[in-house]
């Protein structure tokens, strides 16, 4: 004979204490003791250096949306502009921020919601990581928060919060990385939240002016709440199209790393950027003529929307699946909780800096089989009212 014991779930207090203890242990990452500063990758990855200094220049009087890092070199400044030299680096910490920056000919890539956390990040304590991943950490348990809210009032347990919450690629981009789409999933979850049509309205267009992708439930927001309800979100689109940050135009241009159904196109970067974008479009309209106006469907369009887009874009950073985990976890989407934990096996490329086709095919195909396998599990109609029907009849 067979003893299984049935183990309570943990409770909503035990989830959020471990999910902030798990986020704590990270914050050190990439700190070296020997120097007594952090090393330029946190974690495989850079992209703090430049939120940092980007919120700098501001005070500095320089709009980074416009002015490349490299236009800003310290000794050349020093010789051609004492006064702006002496605003940018007035510390030697500056000059090892700056060195650590990458792509440095390029603008900023980030729109205005993110350069106002940057600036905020800076006046916290300027220049300083660890403020900066304690502000991402504190938007990731905000969002954690607003899950919570979901969860209660769609009626759902709590595995969502343990999917999201307990999730190894979310602890490592946000708190261990400090990458800036913590702001962004809170923001959209917060829109979710939202009973108000003005509010919803407000926080999606706050999302979509930290990176363009929550632009994608313009649709499914008219559809509830007419251009009230879209207004916010196409002025917000409106200020990217009449004055796109610098940056955004290399960045749909030339950058490109670990695409998914994007790799099967031919090397051509216009049919590489339309491609994800006639598909959104596509499936945008299908959706649409189905939506029925319910929080549910929202949800699912979320996760259709951003799924679609995520395996057609040539750009596949790891931490852009953040987007989509919350949606994955409030719908138990097996494909993309895995691949959350597949995407890790990308960051072979800095290891030897070229892709390897084994790790490629594993890191997409392992999501793959265990979304067949979950489909293969999961009983049908017939099976649930054969299981319902005896309890039914018990009962009456």
Request: hydrophobic content about 50%; overall charge neutral.
């Amino acid at each position: 004979m067979h003893w299984r014991i049935a183990r309570p779930p943990p409770t909503r207090r035990l989830i959020f204490a471990a999910a902030l203890a798990f986020r704590l242990l990270l914050l050190p990452a990439g700190f070296d003791t020997e120097t007594g500063s952090f090393r330029r990758l946190l974690l495989y990855d850079d992209d703090i250096w430049r939120y940092l200094w980007e919120g700098h220049t501001w005070f500095a009087g320089i709009n980074p949306l416009t002015t490349p890092p490299q236009d800003l070199e310290e000794y050349e400044l020093e010789i051609q502009d004492p006064s702006l030299h002496q605003r940018l680096y007035p510390d030697p910490v500056w000059g090892k921020i700056y060195d650590n920056i990458g792509y440095r000919e390029h603008a900023s890539p980030y729109p205005y919601t993110a350069q106002a956390v940057f600036a905020l990040s800076h006046v916290l304590r300027p220049g300083s990581v660890v403020v900066f991943k304690l502000l991402m950490l504190a938007f990731d348990m905000g969002a954690l928060w607003l899950l919570a809210l979901l969860c209660r009032r769609l009626a759902s347990d709590d595995f969502p919060l343990v999917a999201y919450g307990w999730n190894p690629l979310v602890i490592k981009e946000f708190a261990g990385s400090a990458h800036l789409d913590a702001v962004l999933v809170f923001f959209v979850l917060a829109a979710l939240c939202s009973m108000s049509k003005g509010r919803a309205s407000g926080l999606m267009a706050l999302a979509a002016l930290v990176k363009p992708t929550p632009l994608l439930f313009v649709p499914a927001l008219f559809r509830r709440w007419g251009w009230a309800g879209a207004v916010a979100p196409l002025v917000a689109l409106g200020l990217i199209a009449i004055d796109p940050p610098g940056g955004m135009h290399a960045y749909a241009a030339e950058w490109s790393f670990n695409p998914a159904l994007a790799r099967l196109l031919p090397i051509h970067r216009p049919t590489e950027i339309l491609f994800p974008l006639v598909a959104v479009g596509a499936f945008s309209i299908w959706l649409y003529r189905k939506d029925d106006g319910s929080l549910d469907y929202l949800i699912r369009t979320g996760l259709w929307l951003f799924g679609v887009f995520l395996l057609c874009t040539p750009m596949l950073a790891p931490w852009y699946l953040t987007w989509i985990i919350p949606f994955a976890a409030l719908t138990r989407a097996a494909f993309w909780l895995a691949l959350s934990g597949s995407v890790f096996l990308s960051y072979h490329v800095y290891l030897s800096m070229q892709e390897d086709p084994w790790f490629v095919a594993a890191e997409f195909t392992l999501p793959v089989l265990i979304w067949a396998w979950a489909r293969w599990r999961r009983p049908t109609a017939k099976q649930t009212s054969s299981l319902q029907a005896p309890a039914a009849s018990t009962q009456g």
